[in-house]
């Protein structure tokens, strides 16, 4: 079974500049949800997806945006990137609710310069 | 806000030495626990996850985890570790009023052979 695969590895960007993530989760899973990794602040939770709806939201502006798709697919957006942006994005998809084992992606490292 | 505080930001110990990280979380109600584990060059996966039930978990690669309800604790233990058991470890809690997981910053295991 492939695991969860996120494109692309490496993103470098300038301030005012936006971003797409994409995540292609398990086959099977509907769950997926996103995270930002920073050495100051760890990880945090951004947002959760399943059924094409999101289901739950992190506490970040509104400069960050997700979608799903309807093979469960995801793509998250960073609006007007500032230098505080510069993380690595985690994707992490489960069968249906975040309590169920999550498998996470190997990420996507974003600088922001 | 809830909140997840790991102690211990960098750990090194020697092989065959016994392992305790600390985890405590800050929520009166009921939560779903969680250890995870990054080893270098690898993706971020779980090692054990406590829901409800027996309060002493076993989880993989000889890992155990419990559960103090009193002191809103769930700290990983390993009797001896391995060189191989370097890696970052990761407590996160799922609180049960919402599915937002709570991320704590980690702790950095390093094993000298």
């Known amino acids: 079974k492939a695991g969860v695969t996120q494109t692309p590895r490496y993103l470098i960007k300038t301030r005012g500049q936006q971003v797409t993530l994409s995540c292609s989760p398990i086959?099977?899973?509907?769950?997926v949800s996103w995270y930002q990794q920073t050495p100051g602040q760890g990880l945090q939770f951004l947002f959760e997806y399943f059924s094409e709806t999101q289901r739950n939201k992190g506490n970040f502006p509104g400069r960050f945006s997700g979608r799903q798709f309807s093979n469960s697919r995801s793509e998250m957006n960073v609006s007007t990137l500032e230098l505080g942006d510069s993380a690595l994005y985690l994707c992490?998809?489960?069968?249906?609710?975040?309590?169920?084992?999550?498998?996470f992606g190997p990420g996507t490292r974003l600088t922001v310069l | 806000a809830q909140s997840v505080s790991q102690h211990n930001h960098h750990v090194i110990l020697s092989e065959a030495a016994s392992l305790e990280l600390g985890c405590n979380y800050s929520y009166g109600g009921t939560v779903n626990l969680f250890w995870y584990v990054q080893y270098p060059g690898q993706h971020l996966q779980l090692l054990l996850k406590?829901?409800?039930?027996?309060?002493l978990v076993k989880g993989i690669k000889g890992f155990e985890a419990e559960f103090i309800k009193s002191k809103f604790s769930f700290n990983l233990r390993k009797p001896s570790v391995q060189w191989s058991d370097t890696a970052e470890y990761f407590c996160?809690?799922?609180?049960?009023?919402?599915?937002?997981?709570?991320f704590g910053k980690g702790t950095r295991l390093h094993i000298l052979p």
């Open positions: 996160a809690v799922i609180p049960d009023r919402d599915d937002k997981i709570i």
């Open positions: 086959s099977g899973h509907r769950s």
């Open positions: 406590y829901f409800s039930g027996d309060p």
């Open positions: 992490a998809s489960s069968s249906v609710t975040v309590t169920d084992t999550q498998y």
